[in-house]
């Protein structure tokens, strides 16, 4: 590497500010924050879960740690609503998401990493960055490996994923700085099959000294999002023929759910295929594997460093993914591979290896972690911690839970597994009994069941009243 490449590469990978590195550790009785924010990974793809086709050591051993929640859920399935949720701990509404996905913002939000700096914390950001401002605006003191939009003119057309398809994902990001003028072009545009690494290299420059305060980092990887390339080391190790297509697969979706014409949908081609649907669960895979074994990197460092035990570690997704599931390639759908995220946490004060079904909305991570933590949540938070399932995992959290996309799709799911959508636009329904039908093949909204057709009443009024209630703009039919 020629030296003034290695000098911005040391820079890009080093704290922005001389407060975060310590000389000497000072003992803290709150926990340090590792927060780990996969991009588009679908909530069965954690071996230890019950998925034997893929391997995630690291996860698992955080499973093993730790507790999962196997029923959290992203509200709106993406990235940047997702995102905005999770960074202010309101629902989308509040924050200015309108009927197109657009996040217009308020004025009125105390974002996660302000409230824990306020609370004595110091605050990274590494990774991904894609919500309005910038982390220094947000509450961050640092950042490492910043990834996000801004490199443009770099980009090369006529690039292609792993199977030939014209990349769309990423186009024109690049690793960049606080000050978004400051870029690293050296370092590749767009995802590149070794992105992960280069992230949980930037995050172990930033822990593995001790530090005077507890820490909140916060890690965004972009995988598995797409584009997906087969990351080094992994070529050969998943065989498309060996993994088995998802059980509710589908060559074509067969309602107008608002995004056929979207860009995660065109990411397969129509009709889907079971080769192309195992070939692409292939790649995926490997971009799994090679994020977990990054994690594992980073366990390892804070192991080294003796701040594991010191250190609540958190594990989900932004939300999930079809991946051929329903017909459908992208994520701007109601099911359970979508809504649903993988979650696990794992530390000082957190029951081992134990799964809890309550429900939980990935938005809650801000107030719940403050309280874990004896930070106080600021006003403007309207999300539920769920600490009280952290300590007691039996317990439930919302007896109901509520979804939407756009003016296309709405949604509620009860805590006994009964689930509805609404497809307003076209004025169809879906109703399902997840205990007994768990992969969503069989709607009961048309059944002629009394049983059912009283579950289906009951669940369009309570999805009625948590629209009026939550403002939804979208009138009322």
């Known amino acids: 590497m020629k030296q003034p490449a ?37 909530p069965d793809c954690i071996s230890a879960l019950g998925n034997p086709h893929i391997r995630t050591p690291n996860l698992d051993y955080l499973v093993e740690r730790g507790l999962t929640f196997t029923r959290a859920t992203c509200s709106y399935p993406i990235c940047i609503v997702s995102r905005a949720e999770l960074l202010t701990g309101r629902h989308g509404w509040e924050i200015g998401v309108d009927q197109n996905g657009r996040v217009a913002g ?14 004595g914390y110091n605050t990274w950001h590494v990774g991904k960055w894609h919500v309005s401002g910038r982390p220094s605006s947000r509450g961050y003191d640092g950042v490492a490996a910043l990834f996000g939009s801004g490199g443009g003119q770099y980009w090369k057309e006529g690039q292609v994923d792993w199977k030939g398809f014209p990349i769309t994902g990423y186009r024109g990001w690049i690793f960049q700085e606080d000050d978004r003028l400051i870029r690293y072009p050296e370092l590749g545009i767009g995802v590149t099959p070794d992105i992960s690494r280069k992230f949980a290299d930037a995050t172990i420059s930033l822990l ?9 980092c916060h890690v965004n990887f972009t995988a598995p999002h797409d584009p997906l390339f087969m990351p080094p080391g992994l070529s050969g190790k998943y065989s498309a023929e060996n993994i088995p297509l998802p059980k509710n697969f589908l060559p074509v979706y067969p309602l107008d759910h608002g995004n056929f014409d979207g860009r995660d949908e065109a990411l397969l081609a129509w009709p889907r295929t079971e080769e192309a649907v195992k070939d692409l669960l292939r790649v995926y895979y490997s971009v799994i594997e090679d994020m977990d074994a ?14 594991l ?18 017909g459908l390639r992208g994520k701007q ?13 794992a530390g000082p004060n957190i029951p081992e290896g134990f799964q809890t079904e309550a429900q939980i909305y990935l938005r809650e991570v801000y107030p719940t972690s403050c309280e874990l933590v004896s930070v106080a949540i600021p006003d ?37 597994g009964w689930k509805l959508v609404h497809y307003p636009k076209i004025a169809e329904w879906q109703l399902f009994d997840l205990n007994t039908d768990p992969f969503e093949t069989q709607s009961l909204a048309k059944s002629q069941n009394e049983t059912d057709k009283n579950r289906f009443e009951s669940l369009r009024s309570s999805l009625s009243i948590w629209r009026t209630t939550q403002g939804d703009p979208l009138p009322s039919e």
């Open 6 to 42: 290695l000098k911005l590469l040391l820079a890009l990978f080093m704290p922005a500010g001389d407060t975060l590195i310590a000389s000497d550790r000072v003992a803290s009785d709150r926990p340090n924050i590792l927060f780990l924010l996969a991009d588009d990974m679908r």
């Open 380 to 416: 403007s938070v309207t999300a539920r911690s769920f600490a009280r399932s952290v300590s007691e995992p039996s317990t439930s959290h919302h007896e109901e839970i509520y979804g939407y996309y756009k003016d296309t799709q709405r949604m509620i799911r009860t805590n006994d």
């Open 208 to 216: 593995k000294s001790p530090q005077e305060k507890p820490w909140f």
């Open 106 to 119: 308020t004025s009125e939000s105390v974002d996660w990493a302000e409230a824990l700096r306020r609370g």
């Open 294 to 307: 990054q994690i594992g990197r980073i366990l390892k460092s804070l192991e080294s460093s003796r701040q």
């Open 333 to 345: 759908n109601m099911y359970e591979h979508t809504i649903n995220v993988p979650f696990v946490m």
């Open 309 to 326: 035990e010191d250190t609540i570690v958190i594990f989900t997704s932004d939300h999930g993914m079809a991946c051929g599931s329903h």
